[in-house]
């Protein structure tokens, strides 16, 4: 497979909902995982009418010639740098005895304290400082890591839909000028990335997430599809993102997406390190909303001694059409 990098950039704040916080507009997340987006875009062609482009994508995806990382976030650096970051590796606890702690002064095991507690905060590392991360949890020391995409805010808007006007909160986060979100996508032919990068131009005119009649998550492409190799042609991180993502052998391999595992893959997930995340939702592009059946299913960063391949499941029909969830993995070796 052949390996293709997407930067985003938003022009307008956007709202992603959590499920694990009831799915209300008063929570957003700032990055999309991978199976919400896949659904995004098969229900903006759908809904457009082009479903010449929707069903091949689909087809691409069964036959196994694409596969697509969760949005993650990335930054331009003072320097003029890119940074690309990615999901904090679940693994199991490496961290070596500390015994530097007895001769530390009172004033220095307190800085040292904080800095474990801020790098416990820590959800996503530079793909470059990858390797210094899982040395410094093997030596005890802690990763400082201080940067930032952007900011959530939460706003206040009236429903003036009912008898009473009444009050209610939506959060959104805007990315800094300088941030935004990428893609990684696995491709077997270039002819595929340009067919992908067609989708996400026509797409990000309509935007994803909640709350896009209010304008939210409206993006274009902050640059050309970049194919990774080697060469680092942003900075560190693409050079690094490749090496990553081509290490079949590393000892733990980490997830980029949301996977669903298949049945006879349970054996190699429990023997890994991994978290669940329950996803369900609603039919959205239907006159009456219908509910989606609720399937559980392995966080981005849940690390595997051997890739997973994982499947798209039908989650039943819904006015004469499928209802499906993208469960496919896509993997970063590390050696932890």
């Known amino acids: 497979m052949r390996y293709f990098l997407y930067p985003l950039r938003f022009s307008a704040p956007v709202h992603f909902g959590t499920a694990e916080c009831g799915g209300g507009l008063e929570h957003t997340r700032f990055t999309l995982p991978a199976d919400t987006f896949f659904s995004a875009l ?57 015994t530097d702690s007895v001769s530390l002064s009172y004033r220095a095991a307190c800085e040292k304290t904080a800095a474990w507690k801020q790098q416990k905060r820590l959800a996503y590392i530079r793909a470059s400082r990858m390797t210094e991360y ?11 890591s201080e940067d930032s995409f952007g900011q959530e805010v939460l706003r206040q808007r009236v429903n003036c839909r009912e008898v009473e006007a009444l009050p209610y909160f ?21 002819e595929d990335a340009d067919f992908f990068a067609d989708i996400l131009t026509f797409v990000g005119h309509s935007g994803l997430g ?20 080697g060469t680092g042609i942003y900075g560190a991180d693409d050079a690094a993102l490749y090496t990553l993502l081509t290490q079949e052998q590393a000892s733990w391999q980490m997830a980029l997406s949301s996977v669903l595992p298949a049945e006879e893959d349970l ?55 499928p209802i499906l969830r993208y469960g496919y993995g896509l993997y970063a070796g590390i050696s932890g």
């Open 42 to 98: 098969l229900s903006e062609l759908y809904h457009a009418k082009e479903n010449a482009y929707a069903d091949t994508l689909l087809q691409k995806v069964e036959a196994g010639h694409l596969r697509c990382s969760d949005l993650l976030p990335w930054r331009e650096a003072a320097t003029g740098e890119w940074c690309f970051y990615l999901p904090r590796p679940i693994l199991p606890m490496m961290q070596a005895a500390d």
């Open 134 to 144: 899982l040395a410094n949890v093997r030596t005890g020391r802690p990763f400082l």
């Open 170 to 190: 939506v959060a959104s986060f805007t990315f800094a000028e300088s941030a935004g979100l990428y893609l990684l996508l696995a491709a077997e032919q270039a």
């Open 210 to 229: 909640g709350k896009r009649s209010s304008g939210y998550g409206k993006f274009q492409l902050a640059d050309d599809c970049l194919e990774l190799d």
């Open 267 to 321: 054996l190699a997930v429990c023997r890994g390190n991994y978290h669940l995340r329950r996803v369900g939702g609603f039919v959205t592009d239907a006159a009456v909303p219908g509910k989606k059946d609720s399937i559980c299913l392995l966080e981005s960063g849940s690390c595997f001694q051997q890739r997973i391949p994982g499947q798209m499941t039908d989650l039943g029909t819904y006015d004469g059409h």
